[in-house]
């Protein structure tokens, strides 16, 4: 069975079309098509995503099976065994919610300890107050009287008020904002990763390079060279992933949004019911 590479040239000379004709049907640029037909499969910006969204994008052109192709390339590069599985990406947790190990370990809260520690003074006071009631009877068993105790109650000095430290509410430490990958050769490559059946629009250097509906689990790359927008009804149906770097899903459930992303980074574009 001929390689991968070989396969695609052949059906492509077959065709009698040049990288320039390809690139002007399908958006994907003449240097990954060369790299596709090479076998040179590292200069892919976005990774292993980019290629096999290429591959699936470049056979479908030229009549040949996109799984097919993806069966050859998996033979050549993993030589006949399975892709191996993606690892998971944590969710992150929001800041603030774990419990510091300092916090976890404590055995007894601090403020118990306190009042614990008030209620011991005051009921010493009172032992104290009442033994001294008692050493200050009148001689012949006279019991004193209420003025002869008041002067030992007004001696008795008032109790301090209780005051329980605030401790700082904890502080979230600020989130670093991730930064953004820029390719070392310029451009801009996005993939795709479907979550469900999701509608997108994805637009290359102002051509609209893909219109429908992604299924999951059938990742799609696109590559420019000034500005790639996506739009999409369905924000949280997609993982977007640009120059090889996850950026999570594009918006929220049910929403309607478009990002866009250039050379150096994200840029505002305007809304889908605004877009051209």
Do not use: K
């Not at 006949?80 to 993606?86: L, N």
């Not at 609209?208 to 696109?222: I, K, M, N, Y």
Request: proline letters at 12%; hydrophobic letters at 40%.
């Amino acid at each position: 069975m001929e390689n991968l590479s070989t396969w695609l040239r052949t059906a492509r000379e077959a065709r009698g079309l040049t990288f320039r004709d390809v690139e002007a049907a399908i958006r994907i640029r003449v240097r990954y098509l060369e790299a596709l037909e090479a076998g040179d499969y590292d200069v892919m910006p976005g990774g292993e995503p980019q290629v096999r969204g290429f591959l699936r994008r470049y056979a479908s052109f030229l009549g040949l099976s996109p799984e097919e192709a993806i069966s050859r390339y998996e033979q050549e590069v993993y030589g006949g065994r399975p892709e191996p599985a993606p690892v998971a990406r944590p969710t992150p947790q929001p800041a603030g919610l774990t419990p510091s190990p300092e916090r976890a370990a404590a055995p007894f809260p601090w403020r118990w300890l306190q009042v614990i520690g008030v209620v011991g003074v005051v009921a010493l006071l009172v032992l104290v107050g009442v033994w001294l009631l008692g050493r200050s009877g009148l001689p012949g068993g006279r019991e004193t009287t209420p003025a002869a105790t008041t002067p030992i109650l007004e001696g008795l000095s008032p109790l301090p008020p209780v005051t329980t430290p605030i401790t700082p509410a904890q502080t979230a430490a600020p989130q670093a904002t991730p930064t953004f990958p820029v390719a070392a050769g310029g451009g801009i490559t996005l993939t795709l990763e479907p979550l469900e059946h999701v509608w997108v629009r994805v637009a290359v250097d102002g051509f609209v390079a893909f219109e429908g509906v992604l299924s999951p689990e059938t990742p799609q790359s696109w590559a420019g060279e000034e500005l790639v927008v996506v739009e999409t009804g369905n924000g949280a149906g997609l993982i977007a992933v640009v120059n090889g770097q996850p950026l999570g899903t594009l918006c929220g459930r049910g929403e309607v949004c478009a990002r866009g992303w250039g050379p150096e980074g994200e840029v505002e574009v305007p809304p889908p019911s605004e877009s051209p």
